[in-house]
């Protein structure tokens, strides 16, 4: 079967649209065709949602990045080393275990009840047994469980549920209209619904991905949503300077502080980057130009190389 691309492309200069184009269909069995509104699950794109909401928590006073996650925490940690602080959860190197052990959740999903895991709280068990991947800041592993973690350090601190956070936190002062935790049984209209390939068929991935979004993943977005968050966050409307220098910090890995970093000519370049069942997306941003490339897909579709071609002459 040969897999077209299903989704929409964005290149953005600032406020500036250069180029916008949707393709494929965000409804296959009912023919609905994407448009440049219509919304996409972030799968671990996400994430960089948890880690602005951790940061603000920081400027309030509320933690400090550096203090260790024992402290905020209110459930059994068990093999997991109390002494992890919030900042080698925020940029990967916390060592702590993984939900799914080889990142298969495509398989992980088909053996659970998903209608049953609709809060951070409900994946606890699934990484709360396990040992250790490796001693805390000795390595970096992208790991769902560091977002999973934070985002209960943002719920015990605040007493709220994170999609009510990013909700009256980042979501209505950035005026993204589209964006927005959506339960799959709930999806609102115009958002693409996520298909995968089996036995050279398109399938729904309803069953292979979590219901609901939490702290990691599952988060909807639009291309122009994500031109918005950009434009607030290095405007300095969500975190100050200092804060978010230390954000677009590489710390040596290729990683900041929820946000994958690259660098173009000794400039550097953040990457807001996830996949899952049904579900691929990558965003990069460019601070010293405004350079905005987003490519969204609903059909598992290798957007990598369509992000690159399109922004290896911008940046």
């Known amino acids: ?37 219509t919304r996409f699950n972030m799968a ?46 925020l940029n990967q ?13 495509r398989m992980f999903w088909e053996t659970k009840d998903t209608s049953k895991i609709r809060f951070n709280a409900d994946l606890v068990p699934f990484f709360l047994t396990k040992e250790m991947r490796f001693e805390k800041g000795t390595q970096t592993e992208l790991n769902d ?20 956070l990013v909700e009256r936190m980042i979501i209505k002062p950035c005026k993204l209209t589209e964006t927005g935790y959506y339960p799959l049984n709930q999806l609102p209209g115009n958002t693409a619904h996520g298909m995968m390939e089996e036995n050279d068929e398109l399938i ?40 978010l220098d230390e ?14 970093i690259t660098t173009h000519k000794d400039k550097p370049v953040v990457l807001i980057a996830g996949e899952r069942p049904g579900a691929c997306m990558i965003s990069s941003y460019a601070p010293h130009n405004g350079i905005q490339v987003s490519v969204f897909s609903n059909n598992e579709s290798d957007v990598r190389k369509i992000h690159d071609e399109l922004s290896v002459d911008l940046w």
């Open 93 to 105: 190197t916390s060592g702590v275990p993984k939900i799914c052990d080889d990142d298969n959740y």
């Open 145 to 164: 469980t560091n977002f999973i973690l934070l985002a209960l350090i943002a719920e015990t601190l605040t007493k709220k549920p994170l999609d009510q």
């Open 44 to 89: 671990q794109g996400s994430s960089v949602f948890t880690a602005v909401i951790i940061l603000m928590l920081k400027e309030k006073g509320l933690l400090s990045l550096d203090e260790s996650i024992g402290k905020y925490l209110k459930i059994p940690l068990r093999n997991i080393d109390r002494n992890i602080t919030v900042r080698q959860l």
């Open 204 to 243: 729904s991935n309803i069953y292979h991905c979590e219901i609901k979004g939490n702290g990691a993943s599952g988060a909807y977005t639009t291309c122009y949503d994500m031109c918005r968050f950009y434009r607030a966050l290095f405007s300095e409307e969500l975190i100050c300077k200092e804060t």
């Open 1 to 37: 079967m040969v897999r077209k691309f299903s989704g929409t492309v964005c290149v953005s200069r600032y406020d500036n649209h250069l180029i916008t184009n949707a393709y494929g269909f965000s409804d296959y069995s009912n023919g609905l065709l994407n448009d440049m509104y």
């Open 247 to 260: 954000m677009i910090h590489d710390y040596g890995h290729g990683y900041g502080l929820g946000l994958h």
